[in-house]
């Protein structure tokens, strides 16, 4: 079964510049996740998809950063105009948990490994 | 809200010692509760997880028993190899108002374990 898949791996911008980073989902992974990790922290939910739909995106900086999932498949996470706190790893998940269940009943979360953002 | 709170770290042990990394959580309901571990270049993959109060979860010699009484969580094993250097982290899935879950994650820090030969 493929996992995951991100791109780009490593991103260095200026600040002030845009960057956008994709996501392919494991196939049919209804839900997935866009998070943020910046070093030494743990990595911190942006926003989340329920198929095409926004389920959360109560802690996405809304001015700069935007998701999209218009077919309900991948998804794109883009950040305009970046500031240097914005460097850190985005890390793409998935899993197949639908509205209203429990990630206690086998539907795990799938981490891709990740895109690395640096703002200089 | 929901939090999660492992120890501070790094963590620095010799081969074939035991290991132990504290994790308290707070939040309402119950909720399930997980390790994930990180490798040195690659993704976050899940450890080993628990669902309910007394719970044990194992995995790769790996364990976690779920404590409601003192909401922790804390990741022990018994003779750690130098394969098992990485950043562990701690995690719950929330249950919402309604009872179900909001299917999301949230992480303590993350502990650096480092094994030395």
Known sequence: EAGVAQSPRYKIIEKRQSVAFWCNPISGHATLYWYQQILGQGPKLLIQFQNNGVVDDSQLPKDRFSAERLKGVDSTLKIQPAKLEDSAVYLCASSSIGTGQALDFGNTIYFGEGSWLTVV | ?117
């Open chain 2, 1 to 117: 809200g929901n939090s999660v709170t492992q120890m501070e770290g790094p963590v620095t042990l010799s081969e074939e010692a035991f290991l132990t990394i504290n994790c308290t959580y707070t939040a309402t309901g119950y909720p399930s509760l997980f390790w994930y571990v990180q490798y040195p270049g690659e993704g976050l993959q899940l450890l080993l997880k628990a669902t309910k109060a007394d719970d044990k979860g194992s995995n790769k010699g790996f364990e976690a028993t779920y404590r409601k009484e003192t909401t922790s969580f804390h990741l022990e094993k018994g003779s750690v190899q130098v394969s098992d250097s990485a950043v562990y982290f701690c995690a719950l899935s929330g249950i919402n108002a309604g009872g179900t879950s909001y299917g999301k994650l949230t992480f303590g820090q993350g502990t650096i374990l480092t094994v030395h030969p």
